[in-house]
């Protein structure tokens, strides 16, 4: 104990006492005594015996000075990734694979101008353009069938896509493809033209399911 004195005015004296605290706990051993543990009659025993552990000054005076070490030394580890020299040989610089942004479907022309639509008496849509214009497949497919003539559609293309889809593409003035050729997206099967029963360059385009033509507005991309 450390005994401090101060005189202060008015004949008054103040006296401190300085003690040191000794905690009930400073002396408390690691483990309790079994016969403590067993006379517990609320909680998990098993939990108390844990928690008389970690309540220990010491035990928390080892694990502060621990926490800290592992804190210092991780702040000064050199992260191995800073090390990486970018002229390396095993230095990746880009990815080891290629993605594919090939279109699935698309218009068959690559000017669209449409100048009629799908509609009672015309199943199928008219796109603009001149003649020798490139004619494209508006999905990969395999062509079916190859039809040159004065009348109707003209010399045309009739390309299978599977599922029972198909597409015709009429009024061509050259065919490149023949049949049971496979055919993708970038293949030009043909130029426009304005054979058969045309009235002007144009490309007419129908597209079938299991035969029967649907509007091709209605699964053709949107402008």
Do not use: C
């Amino acid at each position: 104990m450390i005994k401090l004195t101060l005189n202060l005015p008015a004949k008054r004296r103040l006296e401190l006492k300085l003690v040191k605290n000794r905690l009930a706990y400073s002396n408390t051993p690691l483990f309790p005594k079994p016969g403590e543990i067993l006379r517990t009659r609320s909680g998990n025993k098993i939990s108390r015996v844990f928690r008389h552990v970690f309540e220990n000054k010491k035990i928390q005076k080892v694990l502060g000075l621990n926490l800290a070490a592992i804190f210092l030394s991780t702040s000064l580890m050199q992260f191995p990734f800073e090390e990486v020299n970018a002229t390396d040989e095993n230095f990746v610089t880009k990815a080891p694979f290629v993605l594919d942004t090939k279109k699935s479907i698309q218009y068959p022309v690559e000017k669209i101008t449409i100048t009629q639509g799908y509609k009672l008496l015309h199943p199928g849509l008219d796109l603009d353009g001149i003649t020798g214009d490139p004619i494209r497949p508006v999905m990969d497919g395999t062509v079916e069938a190859i039809n040159y003539s004065k009348y109707a559609y003209g010399d045309a293309v009739l390309i299978n896509h599977g599922s029972e889809i198909t597409t015709l593409y009429a009024h061509l003035s050259k065919i490149f493809v023949e049949p049971n050729q496979e055919v993708t997206t970038d293949t030009i099967i043909g130029e426009m033209g304005a054979t058969g029963h045309a009235f002007g360059d144009h490309l007419h385009l129908e597209i079938r399911d299991s035969g029967k033509p649907i509007n091709p507005l209605t699964v053709l991309p949107k402008e």
